[in-house]
């Protein structure tokens, strides 16, 4: 069984920055980050695969967010910039075995999520 934890979620005011980490107990998986708002489905943001080869972005943040990962740490990151008011949810992170997917039900693990508030 694989853990994940991530760390960095905060308060920022909207066009900062944040960085969020998420340190896994193990495995050579590929990667996903997530979020959910008050009220709204689970939405992708971007998945890295296990040797950072690849990566992918939804339209929302693309150009605005880079996943990226330092597998002798065992640790992905998400470098949120230019952050808006609507990037306020919970952020997750997943892992699988396998090719990083866009499909949040295709994660075998998940973190407990961290909370990323942007103020206007």
């Known amino acids: 069984q694989v853990q994940l934890v991530e760390s960095g979620g905060g308060l920022v005011q909207a066009g900062g920055s944040l960085r969020l980490s998420c340190a896994a107990s193990g495995g050579s998986l590929a990667s996903g980050w997530f979020r959910q708002a008050p009220g709204k489905e689970r939405e992708f943001i971007g998945a890295i695969s296990w040797s950072g080869s690849r990566t992918y972005y939804a339209d929302s943040v693309k150009g605005r967010f880079t996943i990226s990962r330092d597998n002798a740490k065992n640790t992905v990151y998400l470098q949120m910039n230019s952050l808006r008011p609507e990037d306020t949810a919970v952020y997750y992170c997943?892992?699988?075995?396998?090719?990083?997917?866009?499909?949040?039900?295709?994660?075998?693990?998940w973190g407990q999520g961290t909370q990323v508030t942007v103020s206007s």
């Open positions: 997943a892992a699988r075995s396998g090719a990083a997917v866009t499909n949040s039900v295709l994660y075998d693990f």
